[in-house]
């Protein structure tokens, strides 16, 4: 794992996720990530750095830490998830897709999960096409696309 800040506009990585196949069968698979100008991230690949590096991706800065505070509340929020049954509505992409391939949410529950929210909604359908491998439920996605229009139109 390399600590990096992002000198261009943009840069896509990727990193190992858990996988549940339909069959029962764990498994890791690879999800895109895209990190912005003057974000510092850990990238776990070397394909990646090396990457980044021929095409000039990063800056020079040498005292580079990702927080561990931000670890520490991912964990938190993690925790409280499983807890609680939903996802907070601070959880990451990660924790939504991890959130939705153990829990297996129901329509109801994707939608009760979003609390009226279309940026939570919009994160719950990314998370769910991922969770899905691209197949994502046409009644959750119509649902929670549904809270994102009613609140363009308010």
Same mark, same amino acid.
Do not use: C, Y
């Given at each position: 794992m390399t600590v990096v800040? &992002? *000198?261009h506009a943009q840069f896509m990585y990727y990193v !190992? $996720?858990?996988h549940t196949a339909p069959d029962g069968e764990d498994s890791t698979r690879l999800s895109r990530r895209i990190a912005m100008h003057g974000d510092i991230v850990d990238i776990p690949r070397d !394909?990646? $750095?090396?990457r980044?590096? !021929?095409l000039? =991706?990063?800056?020079?800065? !040498?005292d580079l830490e990702v927080p561990e505070d931000d670890a520490a509340e991912d964990a938190d929020a993690a925790n409280a998830e499983e807890a609680a049954g939903t996802p907070?509505?601070? %959880?990451?992409?990660?924790d939504l897709v991890n959130w939705i391939q153990k829990s297996k949410p129901n329509e109801d529950a994707m939608v009760n999960a979003a609390q009226g929210d279309p940026a939570? =909604? *919009? %994160?719950l359908m990314d998370a769910e096409d991922e969770a899905s491998g691209s197949q994502p439920r046409k009644g959750v996605i119509s649902?929670? *696309?549904?809270? &994102?229009?009613?609140? %363009?139109?308010e």
């Open positions: 800040k &992002v *000198q !190992e $996720v858990p !394909e990646d $750095v090396s980044g590096e !021929e000039g =991706a990063f800056t020079d800065d !040498e907070d509505i601070n %959880a990451t992409h990660d939570m =909604a *919009q %994160a649902r929670l *696309q549904a809270i &994102v229009d009613n609140s %363009a139109r």
